[in-house]
């Protein structure tokens, strides 16, 4: 599984970002997707998943902001980023389940991240 995240940059507060993951193999339509971001000192944290059923799951801080959704047929998997706010800036990485519904912080593939840079 080689996973290619996608669609970083550096924005101001209240603009938008859509990341792209781009997966290879078969696997990529069966398998629970999500994202994860990290800040240098931090520990990587949740932001968003997505089930090979569609039904989505996002961590508090970014309900109602973010929506993550998968194309099967293109093997690509999405973060739309509305309303960003400093506090997102970190390094993006998509993540694809190893047998479990959705990837987990010791369960997964990873990608290589991207970079989120958000200024007030």
């Known amino acids: 599984v080689q996973l290619q995240a996608s669609g970083g940059g550096r924005v101001q507060a209240g603009d938008s970002l859509r990341l792209s993951c781009a997966a290879s193999?078969?696997?990529?339509?069966?398998?629970?997707m999500g994202w994860y971001r990290q800040v240098p000192g931090k520990e990587r944290e949740f932001v968003a998943a997505?089930?090979?059923?569609?039904?989505?799951a996002y961590a508090d801080f970014v309900k109602g902001r973010f929506t993550i959704s998968r194309d099967n047929a293109k093997n690509t998997l999405y973060l739309q980023m509305n309303g960003l706010l400093p506090e997102d800036t970190a390094v993006y990485y998509c993540a694809q389940a190893r047998g479990t519904p959705i990837p987990t912080q010791n369960n997964a593939y990873w990608g290589q991240g991207t970079q989120v840079t958000v200024s007030s």
């Open positions: 193999g078969r696997t990529f339509r069966t398998s629970g």
């Open positions: 997505i089930t090979w059923t569609g039904s989505a």
